[in-house]
């Protein structure tokens, strides 16, 4: 959220184009001249302002456009911007997952991840992108089945088992449900901005199927529904 008396707005450094601040990405230059994210938006220094999307950075860093912006022609950017943004958010997104866990506002296993889905409030489903299918299918079913007069339900494959692994504290994660709460609400936000930033869209992820429960290619999530 952004800070208090911070505008909501900003201009993408880029395009020009005017966006909620939500949906860009403020860098600055740190002391060496070396251009940092700055996700949070707390570091000093004037900011630019770019559109959150990984084509957009990769745009930016091809096209100098920092530089150009901070008027400064000794900034640089080292490495691959959009890589590093990326890892960020990444983080970022499996940092809230595990805060989520030690709330208790997130379950794993399949058995008891079915039964979140049959009973409880669940605001997302997990499914490792390394998983098998079965399992992800049944679940997705059991999710559409129930959710089909409220939107459906949102499917979040993004990350690999050892990714999940670490964050939720135990051995082969491939299912998990997210539960309604201010712990597991704020993963899903983190998770949905790692999903815009890859697929460069700033609206709901495109709708999953039964025959394609988690239709990403990997990069983000779907929502299962009618």
């Not at 957009?56 to 950017?77: M, N, P, T, Y």
């Not at 940092?95 to 997302?124: H, M, P, T, W, Y």
């Not at 930033?197 to 009618?226: E, K």
């Amino acid at each position: 959220m952004p800070k208090r008396n911070e505008p909501l707005e900003r201009s993408c450094a880029l395009t020009r184009a005017v966006r909620p601040v939500d949906e860009l990405i403020r860098f600055v230059a740190g002391p060496d001249g070396i251009i940092v994210p700055d996700l949070r938006r707390r570091l000093p220094g004037r900011g630019v302002w770019i559109t959150a999307s990984r084509q957009a950075v990769a745009e930016a860093q091809k096209k100098k456009v920092f530089s150009r912006a901070l008027k400064d022609g000794s900034v640089r950017v080292e490495g691959d911007l959009t890589d590093q943004v990326d890892a960020l958010i990444e983080r970022s997104a499996l940092n809230a997952l595990s805060l989520a866990r030690k709330a208790g506002e997130i379950v794993s296993g399949f058995s008891k991840v079915e039964a979140a889905v049959r009973g409880q409030d669940i605001i997302g489903l997990v499914q490792a992108r390394d998983g098998g299918d079965d399992g992800a299918r049944k679940l997705a079913a059991i999710a559409r089945a129930r959710f089909a007069d409220t939107g459906g339900c949102r499917i979040i494959g993004c990350f690999t088992s050892a990714q999940l692994d670490l964050a939720l504290g135990r051995s082969n994660v491939i299912h998990a449900a997210l539960l309604a709460g201010r712990a597991g609400e704020n993963a899903l936000v983190r998770v949905e901005e790692l999903e815009r930033f890859r697929t460069g869209s700033v609206s709901d992820p495109v709708a999953g199927t039964l025959d394609d429960p988690v239709a990403n290619d990997g990069a983000g999530s779907a929502v299962i529904q009618d």
